[in-house]
């Protein structure tokens, strides 16, 4: 499952917004510059499950810019919020095509939410996967939903 989230998030990435992500390693690190928004969309079915995005605001900020072929310095929070749920809507549609999902699964809405240091200080999901874009930390997630 998660190699199947690893390619769809190259694909969107790479397609949508120009940029290309290299997967982290357990233990590399790529300092983490805050605030951080996390964004996700539920896949109801027989199990639900939700799948997530956690960047900070620079790379929220760098891929709305991208999308919206703008300047970095026009874009708001609010464009960044929206950015990001497109974003893991378009990449929990993708995996859904690749999972050959049926009719049993359905995508949410998506969701997103600013992070605190307290939320960013709590234990990650165990099924994730960190990719350094443009030298910023990517966090893609999969959680029961």
């Known amino acids: 499952m998660l190699a199947k989230l690893k390619a769809v998030t190259f694909e969107v990435l790479e397609t949508m917004y120009y940029l290309f992500p290299e997967t982290l390693e357990e233990g590399e ?3 983490a510059k805050g605030p951080f928004l996390r964004s996700w969309v ?5 199990q639900s499950i939700r799948i997530g995005l956690q960047v900070p605001q620079s790379l929220a900020r760098k891929m709305a810019a991208n999308f919206l ?3 970095e310095a026009g874009i708001s929070k609010a464009e960044m919020e929206d950015i990001l749920k497109e974003t893991t809507n378009m990449m929990a549609g993708a995996f859904l095509s690749k999972m050959d999902a049926s009719g049993t699964l359905k995508l949410q809405t998506p969701e997103s939410q600013w992070l605190t240091d307290a939320d960013r200080s709590k234990k990650p999901p165990a099924n994730r996967l ?7 930390l ?6 029961k939903g």
């Open 130 to 136: 960190r990719f350094d874009v443009d030298d910023e």
């Open 69 to 71: 072929g703008t300047d």
């Open 29 to 31: 690190v790529v300092p």
């Open 138 to 143: 990517m966090e893609l997630f999969v959680e």
């Open 42 to 46: 539920t896949i109801n079915g027989p």
